[in-house]
């Protein structure tokens, strides 16, 4: 045991004080906070600097009416097409609508003309405008008095509370649940193929300069494998704490600066973009509440387990292939099996688990042990029933022992083998001899 | 010390030892003699615990070998290897602290080393930076930090250039007069002559000789004497094929059954006997002569 620490403390520190690992820890998390403040920068630039476009309008029907927003501003008058698309190559205007007679029933022939191409938000909002005006038009028409239609309109907010099994209600909502399951997920994802990297390497390294024939003459080799697995697992634990504190300060901070020098109102629409720009003010404390509902212990418990588990899994088999080969480049041949089931369970988050987290794809990914850490990630902040969640630790639990007793089996073997290529079958025998 | 009784081991089909017997004495050096793929690499790994075998019995010190005699055992195997970004001093901490040593027993012993070994300026170096010689010497003290009472090299003194040889060759005759039994495997005979107390050949998977090197060297005596002979009073039998220089007549003669005595009468009545030396055979003759013989088999 007292040696299996020694292997750990070597590993753990002489990964955490090269300078590359400090590096790539420090500067990532600025990247997150950088890339943001910079895209708020350019907005408020953008809209700070931005001219006035001025639309003509032709209407023939004398029937709609645009209203000007801070952006564009749109000119009624009775020009003839050809004047009006003088006008826009001129320059003296930024675009041309031109609405022909059009018959209510069916419109068509409503054209828009434009130095440059149209963006989106322009094209969506002369199409809702128009479209609102024409329906509005003949439901009049039809007998129906527009008063009492705006009346009649209300805005329907469904909000979702899921019942948990105690009884109690919390309030949910789906995008949240999507972020935390896509953030969690593609982050144990991607901790298990850097990190099962650096043990390979790292066995790749002690076999091929042959420090491990003095080792494993002073402990066992399941010792050296364990020790060199959990104390890599140790630097990912530490970078990601790392991280997380970092991310955090960091985007309080610049949001914060961000804050002050704009109204709060004008920063969220800005950060969160233009989804937000049409909900009430009343959508923020949802989000909140949402938040609150979520049981962050059993969130976070969760996530260190499956990223635990993940990753002591496939870190097992990272390790048996690193003793079966003499260099990274010969490694290929066997990454397959090891690289398909995690890219099955990082496509199925996206195509199944976050889509339908309660289907029955989604059920058996978060159940089946290569698969579990990734997609049970996608389903947990949903809600997992309590025997599912059970279920899916205990067989992942089984899993990463079974996978390590595999590949303890082919390391003590394969770390003594050199000179000859092994293939499926070699290792086959080794797994079942004794030796 | 070490006492193996009936080893067998066998990687599939192929035999890598068979029966084999070795009893190895306290403080003394053994060597262990046998061409490459004989079977000492194998019979070193399962001593050091590394592998398994497959039947028979092995006691070090009079008890069965268990990992506890890990950290009795110092082991230097021929392929050897440091982590190349390892500062020396951390390396060979880490080798002794797995021999079981205490933070503090290694540190005082790692000093110790470097200064006796006027590696002193080394400390702080990563191995990368270090000569193949350099990196050697801190190989072998790494090895022999936990002051082991078993001590087994593997080809110890390849790579090493002459001086350093000798360094590390009076480190190993040091250890010997602590009390610490070197086993020594390597096809370097001069090194075995001039080291060791004792040897075993092992030769396609078997124990085919052992013994004290007089023990080994008496058993492949030729029975060939060294004759010089001056003033001749009967001419030599051309059959001898004497080669005269300055008055002095050169031979060999071997016993034919005769006893040496015998022979010397013999010789007598020829001239007057300046030289009668019995001819020894060297390490290197017996090893090849061995190997030879066995391959004919």
Known sequence: MNKIWLVIQREYLSRVKKKSFLLATLLTPLIFPAIMAIFIWIAVEEKENQALRIIEVVDENDLFFLESSEQYAFSFSSRSVDEAKDMVKNGDRYGFLYIPKINLEKPEGITYYGEENPNMNLISYLRSSLKKKIEDQRLFESGIDPEILSQIRTSVDVKAITLDEGGGERVSDATVNYAIGFIAGILIYMFIFIYGNQIMQGVIEEKSSRIVEILVSSLRPFQLMMGKIVGIAGVGLTQLLIWIVLIGTLTTLVTGILGMQMPQQQAMELAQGEMTQAVPDTEMGEILAVINGIDFVTLVASFVFYFLGGYLLYGALFAGIGSAVEAPSDAQQFMLPVTIPLIVAYMGLFVFVLQDPNSTTSFWLSIIPFTSPIAMMGRISYGVPFWELGLSMGLLVLGFLGTTWLAAKIYRIGILMHGTKPSYKTLWRWIKSSY | ?297
């Open chain 2, 1 to 297: 010390m070490l006492e193996i009784e009936k080893l067998n081991k066998s990687y599939g089909p192929n035999r890598a030892l068979t029966d084999v017997d070795l009893f190895v004495p306290k403080g003394v050096i053994f060597g262990l003699l046998g061409p490459n793929g004989a079977g000492k690499s194998t019979l070193i790994r399962i001593i050091n615990q590394i592998i398994d075998a497959d039947s028979g019995s092995i006691q070090i010190e009079g008890r069965k070998l268990s990992p506890s005699h890990i950290s009795k055992i110092g082991y230097l195997p021929e392929e050897r290897g440091l982590y190349k970004k390892m500062k020396v001093w951390d390396q060979m901490l880490y080798f002794a602290r797995l021999k079981g040593l205490s933070q503090m027993e290694a540190k005082k012993r790692i000093s110790h080393w470097l200064e006796k070994m006027d590696m002193g300026s080394w400390r702080e170096k990563k191995v990368e930076d270090l000569s193949k010689g350099m990196a050697q010497k801190v190989q072998f003290i790494s090895t022999i930090l936990h002051e082991p009472a078993l001590l087994i090299l593997d080809e110890p003194f390849s790579g090493f250039d002459p001086v350093n040889a000798e360094i590390i060759k009076d480190q190993i005759l040091e250890l010997k007069q602590k009390g610490i039994t070197v086993i020594l495997s390597t096809h370097r005979m001069e090194s075995v002559e001039l080291l060791c107390d004792q040897v075993a050949m092992i030769n396609k998977s078997r124990k085919i000789l052992d013994g004290s090197i007089r023990e080994v060297k008496n058993s492949y005596r030729p029975d060939i004497f060294h004759v010089s002979l001056e003033k001749i009073q009967s001419p030599l039998p051309a059959s001898w094929e004497a080669v005269e220089e300055e008055g002095q007549w050169h031979f060999s003669k071997a016993l034919d059954g005769k006893t040496p005595n015998e022979l010397l009468a013999e010789l007598m009545n020829y001239g007057q006997i300046s030289r009668f030396q019995e001819q020894v055979p060297s390490m290197e003759e017996i090893f090849i002569h061995q190997v030879k013989s066995s391959a004919h088999e």
